[in-house]
């Protein structure tokens, strides 16, 4: 039996990369200083799979930004507003050219935006998107897999196994950058420049190759499917000595095991953490050359390995195929789960014990050959640690699952309908026409990082901390005042981030010291861990929105965020479905909701930035999760009376797909990200009569521009047009943490003259 890794994080136990990227970008470093740190972690990186006993390891995972950027230089697909960066950039220095195309180019008299990224498939990781052409032509402009696969052999030997996307998922996860084709039919071009690569390898003595192909996993078309068959086809007809793998993963392979099973590749892999279930249907199709790579190690989390369920499976798979054709292996590559648990000292050992990251991981992978080999001492340690999980005190708390047990129908219905409501508001709070507020978050200055920089390494008493706090608060409540906005907010000073000021307060979080990972380029994020069932002890918001309401005469908005967007960003239980977890956050953040209202906040806005990015990459799954989704928002809003009138907020503002569950959540105001779009998007909601409220971004806060009165009028007049004016309120897209004071101002004042001026002409009736 085999076993092997897919793919290890690149960024380095203390972040290495980053630091060094951002210097080199700064200009603090040269290209010599940024190699010879890449270098140090790929080669660290081999060490700990070689030390863990990993049989293949993969090289070319490494990359600067981004894998499919990688692949993009790889294959030469470099969009034509790059040519002057590259005659500009010096010979053989093609790392200014990739750095340009992840982060766009604005230098010698050059400003060329950035490539498009975008999420990768279901993860938080962001890959920068391929721009396609109608006569795209392919051929290998980069070097970089070639070198890192001859590094790895001096260290790895035949274990070294170069890693590349796949050419059917590589153009799938791209785009069409002009009308008049569709990139799938660029497959006949794209692989022979594959065979040309993979050939490559084979001389340099590569004996296996793994090659990416997620999108085996996805709904597919049958121009789709056939690519699938064409592109393995020419690829085993044009390379021979070599093994090709195959890898799948994030979900089951449904209506493609039989396409999958049947391509002329020596090995498939598959993540049986995701979708365990699809082992039977694989095993009863595959045939005879087949080997089989069983992902049963969780590449996406950081909980323990079950070794007696992952046992089953592999039992099960060489009982029919021998162990000779079973692989063992992580789930999908290990880019996702923070690097190593050893350093987390902080942790209490009880849960700590529960828990492995990527490192660990490595070492289940191993371990799980000799469990499957008869050895009996390491199944047993796993299988107190997993005991000691399931009946721990600190993950259970019997009255959470009790009071998740007794939720209603009624519990997730607001007391009446919404125009009783609307009624109640209107009578409540006599907003004019185009009701003008901000989405809660204000310009998070240095000086308010800095202050909580201070209390942290306690240089900064708390007394001292929430003055300064205070002041900042009130300086923004006069300031909203002056301009004249009718909803105001406190600015969210007190927050280091959305999920974590949350996670910090509520049982059942805990946050790492260096559970980094990454998710674009050079940003790194350290999601809580939610190891245990969730409850509130204490008030978490109410002090700083009742101390704002107290500054001013105006309404206040309590602030929020939802129990879908806290799971989604961050390390979920394995242990229980996704949903009960959800739904005991909701609880959490339903009787925060209550404590604000009984305190005297009648707006009360709950963010579901991330409900989207949740959905299945499986269309027939997005009912399922829709549902349970959009009810634990209503659990969360639906407690306080009619008269309290509830927001929501979304970063996004494609809806066409989900418009009817986003109706479904009954929010008494949607505040979404328009402005970009020219309102163009908000056709799904004009579409489908959208009966509440709704405020249509204005202004785009992803950028320090300041949109002017009159291109925010229109805008506005747009809305006007697609829905009924007296529904609309006027905010900017999303929250301005990060934008600075003076465009802020700007930007506001002339929303609010925007909104003045749509009073004047638009007539609401
Ligand atoms: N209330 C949050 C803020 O204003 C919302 C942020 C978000 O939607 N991403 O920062
Ligand atoms: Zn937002």
Same mark, same amino acid.
């Given at each position: 039996?085999?076993?092997?890794?897919?793919?290890?994080?690149?960024?380095?136990?203390?972040?290495?990369?980053?630091?060094?990227?951002?210097?080199?970008?700064?200009?603090?470093?040269?290209?010599?200083?940024?190699?010879?740190?890449?270098?140090?972690?790929?080669?660290?990186?081999?060490?700990?799979?070689?030390?863990?006993?990993?049989?293949?390891?993969?090289?070319?995972?490494?990359?600067?930004?981004?894998?499919?950027?990688?692949?993009?230089?790889?294959?030469?697909?470099?969009?034509?507003?790059?040519?002057?960066?590259?005659?500009?950039?010096?010979?053989?220095?093609?790392?200014?050219?990739?750095?340009?195309?992840?982060?766009?180019?604005?230098?010698?008299?050059?400003?060329?935006?950035?490539?498009?990224?975008?999420?990768?498939?279901?993860?938080?990781?962001?890959?920068?998107?391929?721009?396609?052409?109608?006569?795209?032509?392919?051929?290998?402009?980069?070097?970089?897999?070639?070198?890192?696969?001859?590094?790895?052999?001096?260290?790895?030997?035949?274990?070294?196994?170069?890693?590349?996307?796949?050419?059917?998922?590589?153009?799938?996860?791209?785009?069409?950058?002009?009308?008049?084709?569709?990139?799938?039919?660029?497959?006949?071009?794209?692989?022979?420049?594959?065979?040309?690569?993979?050939?490559?390898?084979?001389?340099?003595?590569?004996?296996?190759?793994?090659?990416?192909?997620?999108?085996?996993?996805?709904?597919?078309?049958?121009?789709?499917?056939?690519?699938?068959?064409?592109?393995?086809?020419?690829?085993?007809?044009?390379?021979?000595?070599?093994?090709?793998?195959?890898?799948?993963?994030?979900?089951?392979?449904?209506?493609?095991?039989?396409?999958?099973?049947?391509?002329?590749?020596?090995?498939?892999?598959?993540?049986?953490?995701?979708?365990?279930?699809?082992?039977?249907?694989?095993?009863?199709?595959?045939?005879?050359?087949?080997?089989?790579?069983?992902?049963?190690?969780?590449?996406?989390?950081?909980?323990?390995?079950?070794?007696?369920?992952?046992?089953?499976?592999?039992?099960?798979?060489?009982?029919?195929?021998?162990?000779?054709?079973?692989?063992?292996?992580?789930?999908?590559?290990?880019?996702?789960?923070?690097?190593?648990?050893?350093?987390?000292?902080?942790?209490?050992?009880?849960?700590?014990?529960?828990?492995?990251?990527?490192?660990?991981?490595?070492?289940?992978?191993?371990?799980?050959?000799?469990?499957?080999?008869?050895?009996?001492?390491?199944?047993?340690?796993?299988?107190?640690?997993?005991?000691?999980?399931?009946?721990?005190?600190?993950?259970?708390?019997?009255?959470?699952?009790?009071?998740?047990?007794?939720?209603?129908?009624?519990?997730?219905?607001?007391?009446?309908?919404?125009?009783?409501?609307?009624?109640?508001?209107?009578?409540?709070?006599?907003?004019?026409?185009?009701?003008?507020?901000?989405?809660?978050?204000?310009?998070?200055?240095?000086? =308010? %990082?800095?202050?909580?920089?201070? @209390?942290?390494?306690?240089?900064?008493?708390?007394? $001292?901390? !929430?003055? #300064?706090?205070?002041?900042?608060?009130?300086?923004?409540?006069?300031?909203?005042?002056?301009?004249?906005?009718?909803?105001?907010?406190?600015?969210?000073?007190?927050?280091?981030?959305?999920?974590?000021?949350?996670?910090?307060?509520?049982?059942?979080?805990?946050?790492?010291?260096?559970?980094?990972?990454?998710?674009?380029?050079?940003?790194?994020?350290?999601?809580?861990?939610?190891?245990?069932?969730?409850?509130?002890?204490?008030?978490?918001?109410?002090?700083?929105?009742?101390?704002?309401?107290?500054?001013?005469?105006?309404?206040?908005?309590?602030?929020?965020?939802?129990?879908?967007?806290?799971?989604?960003?961050?390390?979920?239980?394995?242990?229980?479905?996704?949903?009960?977890?959800?739904?005991?956050?909701?609880?959490? =953040? %339903?009787?925060?909701?209550?404590? @604000?209202?009984?305190?005297?906040?009648?707006?009360? $806005?709950? !963010?579901? #930035?991330?409900?989207?990015?949740?959905?299945?990459?499986?269309?027939?799954?997005?009912?399922?999760?829709?549902?349970?989704?959009?009810?634990?928002?209503?659990?969360?809003?639906?407690?306080?009376?009619?008269?309290?009138?509830?927001?929501?907020?979304?970063?996004?503002?494609?809806?066409?797909?989900?418009?009817?569950?986003?109706?479904?959540?009954?929010?008494?105001?949607?505040?979404?990200?328009?402005?970009?779009?020219?309102?163009?998007?908000?056709?799904?909601?004009?579409?489908?009569?959208?009966?509440?409220?709704?405020?249509?971004?204005?202004?785009?806060?992803?950028?320090?521009?300041?949109?002017?009165?009159?291109?925010?009028?229109?805008?506005?007049?747009?809305?006007?047009?697609?829905?009924?004016?007296?529904?609309?309120?006027?905010?900017?897209?999303?929250?301005?943490?990060?934008?600075?004071?003076?465009?802020?101002?700007?930007?506001?004042?002339?929303?609010?003259?925007?909104?003045?001026?749509?009073?004047?002409?638009?007539?609401?009736?």
């Amino acid at each position: 039996m085999l076993t092997q890794n897919l793919g290890y994080p690149r960024i380095g136990g203390q972040r290495q990369l980053k630091k060094a990227c951002e210097h080199y970008w700064a200009g603090k470093i040269d290209l010599t200083e940024l190699n010879k740190v890449a270098r140090t972690i790929k080669e660290q990186n081999w060490q700990t799979q070689l030390d863990a006993g990993v049989d293949l390891i993969p090289c070319n995972d490494f990359s600067y930004y981004d894998q499919v950027l990688d692949t993009s230089l790889l294959l030469g697909v470099i969009p034509q507003r790059y040519s002057p960066v590259l005659s500009q950039v010096k010979t053989n220095n093609e790392i200014d050219l990739y750095f340009a195309m992840a982060r766009g180019y604005q230098k010698n008299g050059l400003d060329i935006t950035a490539m498009e990224m975008t999420k990768w498939l279901d993860t938080n990781y962001h890959y920068i998107v391929p721009e396609f052409t109608a006569t795209q032509e392919f051929r290998i402009f980069n070097e970089k897999i070639f070198c890192e696969y001859n590094l790895a052999k001096q260290q790895l030997g035949e274990k070294a196994k170069p890693v590349l996307l796949g050419p059917v998922s590589y153009l799938l996860l791209g785009k069409e950058k002009e009308p008049g084709f569709e990139r799938i039919e660029l497959i006949k071009k794209l692989v022979p420049v594959y065979v040309e690569i993979i050939n490559r390898l084979r001389k340099q003595g590569a004996t296996w190759i793994q090659l990416d192909e997620p999108c085996l996993a996805l709904d597919l078309s049958k121009k789709e499917k056939e690519a699938f068959d064409y592109a393995y086809r020419v690829i085993s007809h044009g390379v021979s000595g070599v093994k090709i793998l195959v890898a799948t993963y994030f979900e089951a392979l449904l209506d493609n095991v039989e396409l999958a099973v049947n391509l002329p590749v020596t090995a498939l892999h598959i993540d049986l953490v995701r979708a365990p279930e699809q082992l039977d249907e694989v095993l009863a199709l595959i045939p005879v050359h087949l080997q089989l790579s069983l992902g049963v190690v969780d590449g996406r989390n950081v909980w323990k390995n079950d070794y007696e369920k992952s046992l089953k499976l592999i039992n099960k798979a060489v009982e029919k195929l021998g162990a000779g054709r079973v692989i063992i292996a992580p789930s999908c590559s290990l880019l996702h789960s923070p690097i190593d648990l050893e350093l987390e000292t902080a942790i209490d050992p009880e849960i700590k014990n529960w828990m492995a990251f990527a490192k660990q991981k490595l070492t289940e992978v191993t371990e799980l050959r000799q469990v499957a080999e008869g050895n009996t001492a390491l199944l047993d340690t796993n299988k107190a640690a997993i005991a000691s999980r399931r009946s721990s005190q600190k993950a259970h708390k019997q009255a959470v699952k009790n009071r998740l047990a007794a939720i209603t129908e009624a519990d997730a219905t607001r007391e009446s309908a919404f125009p009783v409501r609307q009624k109640l508001h209107r009578e409540r709070y006599n907003f004019p026409a185009f009701p003008t507020t901000t989405i809660g978050s204000f310009p998070q200055t240095d000086d =308010i %990082r800095q202050l909580r920089a201070l @209390l942290k390494k306690g240089e900064l008493s708390l007394e $001292q901390y !929430d003055r #300064a706090i205070e002041q900042a608060t009130i300086e923004a409540i006069r300031w909203q005042e002056e301009i004249g906005l009718d909803v105001l907010v406190h600015g969210e000073f007190e927050r280091n981030d959305m999920v974590e000021y949350f996670g910090e307060q509520l049982e059942g979080f805990l946050f790492t010291k260096y559970g980094w990972v990454q998710s674009y380029g050079s940003r790194c994020v350290k999601p809580p861990v939610i190891y245990g069932d969730v409850s509130r002890p204490n008030d978490m918001t109410v002090r700083w929105s009742k101390f704002a309401a107290a500054q001013t005469d105006k309404p206040m908005k309590g602030m929020l965020t939802g129990p879908v967007t806290i799971l989604q960003w961050s390390f979920v239980r394995d242990d229980q479905p996704r949903e009960v977890t959800t739904n005991q956050i909701a609880l959490a =953040i %339903r009787d925060e909701v209550l404590a @604000l209202e009984h305190s005297g906040i009648g707006i009360v $806005q709950i !963010d579901e #930035a991330a409900i989207r990015e949740g959905l299945p990459l499986r269309k027939a799954k997005h009912p399922h999760y829709l549902n349970w989704a959009v009810k634990a928002f209503r659990i969360t809003a639906s407690g306080v009376q009619d008269k309290t009138q509830i927001h929501t907020h979304m970063c996004y503002s494609e809806f066409n797909n989900i418009i009817e569950h986003i109706a479904a959540m009954d929010a008494d105001v949607i505040t979404i990200e328009t402005s970009r779009s020219q309102m163009e998007l908000l056709q799904a909601f004009a579409h489908f009569e959208y009966p509440n409220e709704i405020g249509p971004g204005v202004y785009d806060i992803h950028s320090p521009r300041v949109p002017t009165t009159a291109e925010m009028a229109s805008l506005l007049a747009k809305a006007a047009e697609l829905l009924p004016a007296r529904h609309l309120w006027v905010n900017p897209d999303c929250g301005l943490k990060t934008r600075k004071w003076p465009e802020t101002k700007a930007a506001l004042e002339n929303m609010v003259a925007a909104a003045k001026q749509a009073r004047e002409q638009i007539s609401v009736d």
